[in-house]
């Protein structure tokens, strides 16, 4: 009787320890919330389960363009107070939220840079926009185009057309798209023949066919940057994200969806 008693209470001890083995484990997965711009989309199909893998915690993203005013954009969810714990967007846009006191100032940091490009949708030639002159050529021949009210659309409109001239003629045939959808689902479904939008977004659709960058002499290439919430429950972990998103795997699937190395981190890898 006796042995039949430590047997049980030895039994009864080993499950004990395993039942806070388990706990001990799940005490650390964090419930990381994520506000993203649509830019890294592609990216963070490869890098989110892998990060998610190694840590254990879990990543709940909102995405959303960095500028805009429909439900679905950065700067809206964030003055309706959604629950977050790091933002990535156009560090320009976040310099702003940062001023108004959402982000802690220190933890700013650059991700990426993105690119703007052209896509058209399948069945079309593709067109030549190796030049100013050809892309307006191409703008002008297109029966509509395509562009977000994100960061891209925002310098498409206020910039590039006025300066190709021909921001008259491109307001019959422009394609406003709002919110989380992206330049290349619009494209998908015939509702544009050809789309401006950061190259990593366009290139997220194997469906569309990928033209190029914008030509230098009009390109626009943006910062895509990170920050802590002032208000962030998961600050740590929010930040251990951050890190993983220097790394040489994480690096090499940037560049492999489109995006490249801030200058600031390709300089400091080259030294």
Not at 15 to 41: K, N, P, Q, R
Not at 167 to 193: C, F, P
Not at 200 to 228: H, M, N, T, Y
Request: with cysteine.
């Amino acid at each position: 009787m006796a042995i039949e008693t430590k047997k049980w209470a030895i039994r009864a001890s080993i499950l004990a320890l395993a039942c806070a083995a388990a706990l001990s484990g799940t005490a650390h997965a964090e419930d990381i919330h994520v506000l993203a711009t649509g830019a890294l989309s592609a990216a963070f199909k490869q890098l989110v389960p892998a990060f998610e893998r190694d840590t254990g915690n879990h990543l709940l993203i909102s995405w959303g363009p960095s500028y805009g005013t429909s439900p679905d954009a950065l700067p809206m969810r964030i003055k309706s107070g959604e629950s977050m714990d790091v933002c990535f967007m156009i560090g320009a846009a976040l310099d702003e939220q940062i001023k108004q006191g959402v982000f802690v100032p220190d933890t700013k940091t650059d991700i990426a840079e993105s690119a703007v490009g052209v896509a058209v949708r399948a069945g079309i030639p593709k067109p030549d926009v190796s030049t100013p002159e050809k892309l307006k050529q191409a703008l002008l021949s297109a029966k509509s185009v395509a562009f977000s009210e994100g960061a891209s659309g925002t310098y498409i409109t206020g910039t590039l057309f006025p300066k190709l001239g021909i921001a008259e003629q491109m307001k019959q045939k422009s394609v406003l798209i709002k919110g989380r959808e992206l330049v290349g689902a619009a494209l998908q479904r015939g509702d544009a023949d050809l789309g401006l939008q950061q190259i990593s977004e366009l290139k997220a659709f194997k469906e569309i066919q990928f033209v190029g960058p914008l030509p230098r002499d009009v390109q626009k290439v943006s910062v895509i940057s990170a920050a802590i919430a002032k208000n962030a429950q998961q600050a740590e972990a929010a930040k251990a994200f951050i890190g993983y998103l220097k790394s040489k795997n994480a690096v090499a699937i940037f560049d492999s969806t489109g995006l490249e190395q801030p200058q600031s981190q390709a300089q400091a890898t080259a030294n």
